[in-house]
């Protein structure tokens, strides 16, 4: 192919190119044009629908005009009767302005006559109050009266009820109530006793009693009437009504005798009535080592029951109501005296709570004659089954930094009734200890019997048994 050829090829291919080029441009020359025809068409929708929207415009536009011309004329009328209703108004005004004048003179008049109406009236009211005053002062006066009567029989009537439940002796003297007497009772306490074995009676006393019951303080006045203190003794602690601060045993020997105060659990049901048992029948050991203070749980090997473990001392406060876990050791105790294990007694506290008389000490002779105690022993009694004899009171020393003869001497006597209990329960012991030896001799004397007969019929019979 010559250079001509070349060229004609590339000049060909060149307007091949351009052709397609043209026929490209042409191609996109119609497709804009199509999308104008298609914008322009839209276009005009668009436009006929906003003279659609103008026309309705416009139709909406009259409407409202149309509506504010009727709404202008109905103002018009409305503007016209609210004048003739203002007219009207200020007529009925002018008339009210002159039937409230006319009201206000009739008022005037009205207030003038109840003005003097209240006076009259009060002046009424008045003299028929201090009639009724006078008449209610009168009857109240006579009520009080009545009712004061009626107070001093009833008193009188409940006093000598009480009195006739009479416990404590029948005849009381003031003159017994002395430093002399106080020595006596003491001395008595220190002397030897003695059983009907002749040997000499060592007692220990156990001091029972719930938490704030007034144990301690009892046995500190017990100790102070013994040693014949000047000043209340403070031996035993002495704890709150919540906290007991008595939570071992704590013994104290006077003379031939223990007293000793135990811990302040006797209400708690953690207190087990196998444990009351055997403490209060003597098989623990008042130096045992307390592992649990609530169970009264020794560390040591309980020993057998002694005979001079023989009087336990219930103390209560005066006013309790007994709950069932108090009950129930009571019970227990009540009923190792009834099997004659050992006897018992009651002691009250707080005496001057009981009576406000007896804050005073020196009034302490008035005990037996006062009826808020026997009505107080009367009611102890028949809660706790304790016959009246077996109780006593006392008052605690609270206020008090000195003791009082009368105080001692009522701590003496309560001891003096518990150590005569105490000696009437050891012979009771040996009493009961003859017995089980009766029975055991004439067991003895019956086997024996036995014995030698059948002996002798045997003897009986070898002999028979020869002679054949």
Same mark, same amino acid.
Request: proline share 2%; net charge negative.
């Given at each position: 192919?010559?250079?001509?050829?070349?060229?004609?090829?590339?000049?060909?291919?060149?307007?091949?190119?351009?052709?397609?080029?043209?026929?490209?441009?042409?191609?996109?020359?119609?497709?804009?044009?199509?999308?104008? /025809?298609?914008?322009?068409? @839209?276009? !005009?929708? /668009?436009?006929?629908?906003?003279?659609?929207?103008?026309?309705? @415009?416009?139709?909406?536009?009259?409407?409202?005009?149309?509506?504010?011309?009727?709404?202008?004329?109905?103002?018009?009328?409305?503007?016209?009767?609210?004048?003739?209703?203002?007219?009207?108004?200020?007529?009925?005004?002018?008339?009210?302005?002159?039937?409230?004048?006319?009201?206000?003179?009739?008022?005037?008049?009205?207030?003038?006559?109840?003005? /003097?109406?209240?006076?009259?009236?009060?002046?009424?009211?008045?003299?028929?109050?201090?009639?009724?005053?006078? /008449?209610?002062?009168?009857?109240?006066?006579?009520?009080?009266?009545?009712?004061?009567?009626?107070?001093?029989? @009833?008193?009188?009537?409940?006093?000598?009820?009480?009195?006739?439940?009479?416990?404590?002796?029948?005849?009381?003297?003031?003159?017994?109530?002395?430093?002399?007497?106080?020595?006596?009772?003491?001395?008595?306490?220190?002397?030897?006793?003695?059983?009907?074995?002749?040997?000499?009676?060592?007692?220990?006393?156990?001091?029972?009693?719930?938490?704030?019951?007034?144990?301690?303080?009892?046995?500190?006045?017990?100790?102070?009437?013994?040693? &014949?203190?000047?000043?209340?003794?403070?031996?035993?602690?002495?704890?709150?009504? &919540? !906290?007991?601060?008595?939570?071992?045993?704590?013994?104290?020997?006077?003379?031939?005798?223990?007293?000793? &105060?135990?811990?302040?659990?006797?209400?708690?049901?953690?207190?087990?009535?196998?444990?009351?048992?055997?403490?209060?029948?003597?098989?623990?050991?008042?130096?045992?080592?307390?592992?649990?203070?609530?169970?009264?749980?020794?560390?040591? #090997?309980?020993?057998?029951?002694?005979?001079?473990?023989?009087?336990?001392?219930? +103390?209560?406060?005066?006013?309790?109501?007994?709950?069932?876990?108090?009950?129930?050791?009571?019970?227990?105790?009540?009923?190792?005296?009834?099997?004659?294990?050992?006897?018992?007694?009651?002691?009250?506290?707080?005496?001057?709570?009981?009576?406000?008389?007896?804050?005073?000490?020196?009034?302490?002779?008035?005990?037996?004659?006062?009826?808020? $105690?026997?009505?107080? +022993?009367?009611?102890?009694?028949?809660?706790?089954?304790?016959?009246?004899?077996?109780?006593?009171?006392?008052? #605690?020393?609270?206020?008090? !930094?000195?003791?009082?003869? !009368?105080?001692?001497?009522?701590?003496?006597?309560?001891?003096?009734?518990?150590?005569?209990?105490?000696?009437?329960?050891?012979?009771?012991?040996?009493?009961?200890?003859?017995?089980?030896?009766?029975?055991?001799?004439?067991?003895?004397?019956?086997?024996?019997? $036995?014995?030698?007969?059948?002996? $002798?019929?045997?003897?009986?019979? +070898? $002999?028979?048994?020869?002679?054949?």
């Amino acid at each position: 192919m010559s250079w001509f050829g070349y060229a004609d090829a590339a000049d060909l291919a060149r307007a091949q190119e351009v052709a397609r080029n043209e026929a490209r441009r042409v191609k996109e020359e119609k497709e804009r044009a199509e999308e104008a /025809r298609k914008e322009a068409n @839209e276009s !005009n929708i /668009r436009a006929k629908d906003a003279e659609e929207r103008a026309q309705k @415009e416009n139709q909406r536009a009259n409407e409202e005009r149309e509506r504010a011309e009727q709404e202008k004329m109905a103002a018009g009328k409305a503007k016209e009767e609210a004048t003739e209703s203002a007219r009207r108004a200020e007529q009925a005004a002018e008339q009210a302005h002159i039937e409230k004048q006319k009201a206000l003179e009739a008022q005037g008049l009205a207030k003038e006559e109840r003005v /003097r109406a209240e006076e009259a009236r009060a002046r009424a009211e008045n003299e028929a109050r201090k009639s009724v005053e006078t /008449r209610q002062k009168k009857e109240t006066a006579e009520q009080e009266n009545k009712r004061l009567l009626d107070e001093k029989d @009833e008193k009188q009537k409940r006093d000598e009820t009480l009195m006739q439940f009479a416990w404590g002796p029948k005849k009381t003297k003031r003159g017994r109530w002395t430093a002399q007497e106080v020595q006596r009772l003491r001395d008595m306490f220190y002397e030897h006793m003695h059983d009907k074995e002749g040997r000499l009676i060592h007692g220990k006393i156990l001091i029972f009693g719930p938490s704030g019951a007034g144990k301690s303080s009892f046995c500190n006045g017990l100790r102070a009437a013994l040693k &014949d203190s000047a000043q209340p003794t403070t031996y035993y602690a002495v704890g709150s009504h &919540d !906290n007991s601060l008595t939570r071992t045993f704590q013994p104290s020997q006077y003379g031939d005798h223990w007293i000793i &105060d135990m811990p302040g659990i006797f209400e708690s049901s953690d207190f087990k009535t196998e444990s009351i048992e055997a403490i209060a029948s003597g098989r623990v050991r008042f130096d045992a080592q307390i592992g649990n203070w609530k169970t009264l749980e020794v560390k040591i #090997n309980q020993q057998q029951a002694r005979r001079d473990v023989s009087c336990v001392v219930l +103390v209560l406060h005066h006013g309790i109501t007994l709950g069932d876990e108090l009950k129930r050791q009571l019970n227990a105790i009540i009923r190792l005296g009834g099997e004659g294990v050992l006897s018992y007694h009651l002691v009250l506290t707080h005496l001057d709570e009981c009576d406000p008389q007896f804050k005073d000490p020196e009034n302490i002779p008035n005990l037996y004659n006062s009826p808020l $105690v026997q009505e107080a +022993v009367k009611m102890m009694s028949e809660q706790t089954g304790i016959p009246p004899y077996a109780i006593s009171y006392v008052k #605690n020393y609270v206020t008090e !930094n000195t003791t009082h003869t !009368n105080t001692k001497l009522l701590h003496l006597e309560a001891l003096d009734r518990i150590l005569t209990s105490t000696a009437e329960q050891v012979e009771k012991m040996i009493d009961l200890k003859l017995q089980k030896n009766m029975y055991e001799d004439a067991r003895v004397s019956w086997t024996t019997a $036995v014995f030698i007969s059948a002996a $002798v019929m045997c003897v009986c019979a +070898v $002999v028979y048994m020869c002679t054949q």
